[in-house]
T-cell receptor, first 113, second 112 residues
Framework: ETGVTQSPTHLIKTRGQQVTLRCSSQ?????VSWYQQALGQGPQFIFQ???????GRGNFPPRFSGLQFPNYSSELNVNALELDDSALYLC????????????FGSGTRLTVV | DAKTTQPPSMDCAEGRAANLPCNHS???????VYWYRQIHSQGPQYIIH???NNETNEMASLIITEDRKSSTLILPHATLRDTAVYYC?????????????FGQGTILTVHP
């Protein structure tokens, strides 16, 4: 089975721009979560998607938005980028109803200059 | 979800057992203890989880005290590849398992 894949692996954007990050879930998984990890910190929960709808959100402003597609892949969109948005963005997938943890991708390293 | 406390760092000699403690004194009866680890430049990796019984899998063992206020993750024969940040997380059963609250974790360094 394939794991969680994220693209791109690295990205540099200018303050004020918009960015879209992509995630392909592990085969058989139907739930996707996104996390932001600043340097030296643990990952912070952004939001989760199930059945193409957001069903949980962390303490992030509305300029962070997402989508989940019928094939369970997902996108994270960030508008009006700020310097503090520079971080590793992680996608994680799981199958609803199981407790055997989430599978994480290797992340997208976003640098805002 | 209950808060967890872990030591910021630990060392272990290669081939020896690594015992990583976690305090979760406010854990409630329906909350599970999960362990993840994050190797440099990778996403977190699920290791093991448990409710109240001790658990073992191919990666590690999880020992939960009888009062459930603390637990220990055991890597029985640590290798250099086990060097990583280890996170102990408490999650309420039946809630979204995707909303993981990561703390600072324990940086485990395995040395030759």
């Amino acid at each position: 089975e394939t794991g969680v894949t994220q693209s791109p692996t690295h990205l540099i954007k200018t303050r004020g721009q918009q960015v879209t990050l992509r995630c392909s879930s592990q085969s058989g998984h139907n739930t996707v979560s996104w996390y932001q990890q600043a340097l030296g910190q643990g990952p912070q929960f952004i939001f989760q998607y199930y059945r193409e709808e957001e069903n949980g959100r962390g303490n992030f402003p509305p300029r962070f938005s997402g989508l989940q597609f019928p094939n369970y892949s997902s996108e994270l969109n960030v508008n009006a980028l700020e310097l503090d948005d520079s971080a590793l963005y992680l996608c994680a997938s799981s199958r609803t109803g199981t407790s055997y943890g989430y599978t994480f991708g290797s992340g997208t390293r976003l640098t805002v200059v | 979800d209950a808060k967890t406390t872990q030591p910021p760092s630990m060392d272990c000699a290669e081939g020896r057992a690594a015992n990583l403690p976690c305090n979760h004194s406010t854990i409630s009866g329906n909350e599970y203890v999960y362990w993840y680890r994050q190797i440099h430049s990778q996403g977190p990796q699920y290791i093991i989880h448990g409710l109240k019984n001790n658990e073992t899998n191919e990666m590690a063992s999880l020992i939960i005290t009888e009062d459930r206020k603390s637990s220990t993750l055991i890597l029985p024969h640590a290798t250099l590849r086990d060097t990583a940040v280890y996170y102990c997380i408490v999650i309420e059963a039946g809630t979204s398992y995707g909303k993981l609250t990561f703390g600072q974790g324990t940086i485990l360094t395995v040395h030759p």
